[in-house]
């Protein structure tokens, strides 16, 4: 824990500054084709009927293939077995955060703002094992991103660069922060992976189940 140093004692003495660097984990992931669920092809159908009218021009239209492939990347795989799952019991916890902000924000600033609902109130714990979280993206997505989000690095220097202490961390701001980094991405590139609707904008993380050995999933609104 840091020296509480009050305004009242005077300056504080540089020798005595530190400050903690984050070091986000550079994630692994795959694509995989999957089949639009009911609810999401009915959201889906309602939102490509309103851009047809919209822009009375057919050729518009997306083609959403319907072939299920979810075959095994061997490296992305080899990275999984390799991991420490550590996640013994199934836990949720509640966000209402959106991802668009979220992506704007540095590691640091998520890892530390960016916490479940009722966290701040002692309610909710912010920070989970330092293991690695294997989640899924589908939504707004025709190709989804399989991705694997590794513990966090955090240094804590003084302001001379001295090194006091290393450690890996794992807090659900910086997960958070993971996945819509992650959303960024998918919408630059959003034709490979056919974003068939809602602008990254309008896109919420809602919920995050952490599931045993290492499983996540990620509740995504609109």
Excluded: C
Aim: proline share 5%.
């Amino acid at each position: 824990m840091l020296e509480n140093w009050p305004p009242a004692k005077g300056p504080k003495p540089k020798e005595l500054d530190r400050r903690e660097v984050y070091l986000g984990a550079q994630p692994i992931r795959r694509d995989f084709k999957f089949k639009l669920p009911a609810n999401m092809r009915a959201e889906r159908g309602a939102l490509l009927s309103a851009v047809l009218e919209h822009h009375h021009d057919k050729s518009v239209e997306e083609k959403v293939g319907a072939a299920l492939i979810d075959g095994a990347d061997a490296r992305f795989e080899s990275v999984v077995r390799s991991g420490k799952f550590a996640y013994t019991a199934e836990r949720t916890f509640e966000f209402n955060h959106s991802i668009e902000v979220i992506s704007r924000l540095k590691v640091e600033e998520a890892s530390r703002m960016i916490q479940p609902v009722g966290a701040r109130h002692g309610n909710l714990e912010s920070e989970i094992r330092p293991r690695q979280l294997r989640v899924r993206l589908t939504y707004p997505l025709t190709t989804g991103v399989e991705l694997l989000i590794r513990p966090m690095k955090v240094v804590d220097t003084l302001a001379t660069g001295k090194v006091l202490a290393t450690g890996l961390r794992m807090t659900l701001g910086y997960v958070a922060w993971m996945i819509a980094m992650e959303y960024r991405r998918i919408y630059i590139d959003w034709k490979q992976y056919g974003v068939w609707g809602h602008g990254i904008e309008d896109l919420y993380l809602e919920r995050i189940k952490i599931k045993k050995y290492g499983r996540a999933e990620v509740f995504i609104g609109s």
